[in-house]
């Protein structure tokens, strides 16, 4: 399995942005799509975005689309999610994860993912 780090979250104005980090150890960092979720206060863990293993293809919750990016660089063992326009709603605990080689589980299931960071608050004030 692979160890992840979050950093970069924040208290941060409505319209604001931030970019959240995921740095992986690990020498195998290209052999898993990678995701963000998101858990805020009182609610279920949410599918934020994924990206393949390649950065190929990325995959976004409606909420976020047009105003997040998820990318990674495979050389750096690092994704990346860049977050504008931010809303309140988006305060949460953000996670990235590392996703399961085989499975068949869909990419916005977190069951489908099996390595976790510990997770990095984003605080959106209006």
């Known amino acids: 399995q692979v160890q992840l780090v979050e950093s970069g979250g924040e208290l941060v104005q409505a319209g604001g942005s931030l970019r959240l980090s995921c740095a992986a150890s690990g020498r195998t960092f290209n052999s898993y799509a990678m995701g963000w979720f998101r858990q805020a206060p009182g609610k279920e863990r949410e599918f934020v975005a994924a990206?393949?293993?390649?950065?190929?293809?990325?995959y976004y919750a409606d909420s976020v689309k047009d105003r997040f990016t998820i990318s990674r660089d495979n050389a750096e063992n690092t994704a990346s999610l860049q977050m504008n326009s931010l809303k309140p709603e988006d305060t949460a605990v953000y996670y990235c994860?590392?996703?399961?080689?085989?499975?068949?589980?869909?990419?916005?299931?977190?069951?489908?993912?099996?390595?976790w960071g510990q997770g990095t608050q984003v605080t959106v004030s209006s």
């Open positions: 994860a590392a996703r399961r080689i085989f499975t068949a589980q869909a990419i916005t299931d977190m069951a489908s993912y099996h390595s």
């Open positions: 990206i393949s293993r390649s950065g190929g293809s990325t």
